[in-house]
């Protein structure tokens, strides 16, 4: 069969993670793969892939953007996908818009996956409108059925993100030449114990627990150090401020590190003691907790959300009342005191993620059009 996935851009994300490893499941077992979106740095990976890119700016979320309805309309008529997968709001107007006025007999059959909590109005009501609907966690499912009661539930499938057991395992070990690199950059690292948070600096992930966190620890005795990587997107900049003036105010500016984006998170979960996951807000599927379980490293998380199934399953000891520092801070010293450790059912596997995806392409496929 052949699918095409539409998406805004494919620069970096969950989102633009899934599609280029559904991609690459699609054309390894002898399917074709077609992305549109805007373009981005992934481009080149998608298409060394096998899979093919189309350049369309389906990323504007503007009303001029449903000038694009004709033209998708004829590169879908032209390209004749068996399933069109939508991936988020602003292409999925265009995308539906295309598709409805489509000939139901010969159209491709419509998908769209929620991949998260979105804002409750008619413009997010567009990523309910598949004819099959794949929510990342139970947690999604809820929302959706909340939220838009005239969603038939029936088409809602639940596929949780996947991580792949193979490359994330507890068996992993960081190369050598990069511990050696890491050591020599952070030689006042070494003999602690390391807290990671990982996530972009915005105020509902719980930066401010976490520094608070290592404040308590430290007046305890604890020889701790917090790591927190995640980009600061520019108008984020006065938050991460913030931050700081609160690390310099509890006097732990020898005890918080902001590393920033980093391509080596894999490697920096594999070196830290715990990962933590401490949105405010709930996560609708949250990866990286995900990764550092199957790592093998014990995560502290706020029970709530998509990170609260995986947990509930993996490390349930690990969660802890939202907002609750101090629960935090005894958790994790319960953690270091007894060695606990995940184990990840493989429901979270990569694998039964991209099975499950192609079992609704191919139910849909096996099923009259409507």
């Known amino acids: 069969m052949k699918v095409l996935q539409i998406l805004p851009e494919l620069n970096s994300g969950g989102v633009e993670r899934g599609t280029l490893e559904v991609a690459e499941f699609l054309v390894r077992n002898g399917h074709e793969a077609v992305v549109v979106s805007h373009g981005g740095r992934l481009v080149h990976a998608l298409e060394k892939l096998g899979a093919r890119h189309i350049s369309m700016p389906v990323h504007r979320k503007s009303i001029m953007s449903l000038l694009l309805v004709r033209r998708l309309r004829e590169l879908l008529e032209r390209e004749k996908p068996d399933i069109l997968h939508i991936r988020s709001r602003a292409p999925g107007w265009i995308a539906w818009l295309a598709w409805r006025k489509m000939d139901p007999a010969t159209r491709p059959r419509l998908v769209t996956t929620v991949h998260g909590f979105y804002s409750v109005n008619a ?47 507890c068996r992993y070990k960081a190369a050598e030449t990069w511990l050696s690199d890491w050591k020599a950059a952070h030689p006042e690292l070494e003999g602690r114990i390391l807290l990671l948070l990982p996530g972009r600096i915005t105020r509902w992930k719980g930066q401010s627990h976490f520094i608070e966190m290592i404040g308590i620890l430290k007046r305890e005795g604890w020889n701790v150090a917090g790591l927190m990587i995640g980009e600061t997107h520019p108008n984020k900049r006065p938050y991460e401020m913030e ?28 070196i830290s003691d715990v990962v933590y996951s401490l949105s405010t807000d709930p996560e609708a599927f949250g990866r990286v907790t995900l990764e550092a379980m199957a790592l093998g490293k014990p995560v502290v998380a706020y029970r709530h959300g998509g990170v609260e199934e995986q947990l509930s399953k993996a490390f349930p000891q690990g969660l802890i009342p939202v907002g609750d ?46």
């Not at 606990?340 to 979270?348: E, I, L, R, W």
Request: charged share 20%.
């Open 325 to 370: 520092v101090n629960m935090a801070v005894l958790m994790t010293k319960t953690i270091m005191e007894t060695g606990a450790t995940p184990c990840v059912p493989v429901d979270f596997s990569i694998q039964h993620m991209l099975s499950a995806t192609l079992n609704v392409y191919q139910s849909l496929m096996g099923s009259g059009n409507p």
């Open 243 to 270: 931050l700081r003036a609160l690390v310099e105010r509890l006097g732990l500016e020898k005890d918080i590190w902001f590393l920033g984006h980093r391509a080596d998170a894999k490697e920096l979960m594999s």
């Open 123 to 169: 413009y997010s009501a567009v990523m309910t409108r598949g004819e099959r609907v794949i929510a990342v966690s139970e947690s999604v499912r809820t929302y959706i059925l909340r939220n838009y009661p005239k969603v038939d539930e029936q088409k809602i499938r639940v596929i949780h993100r996947g991580v792949s057991l193979d490359d994330f395992s």
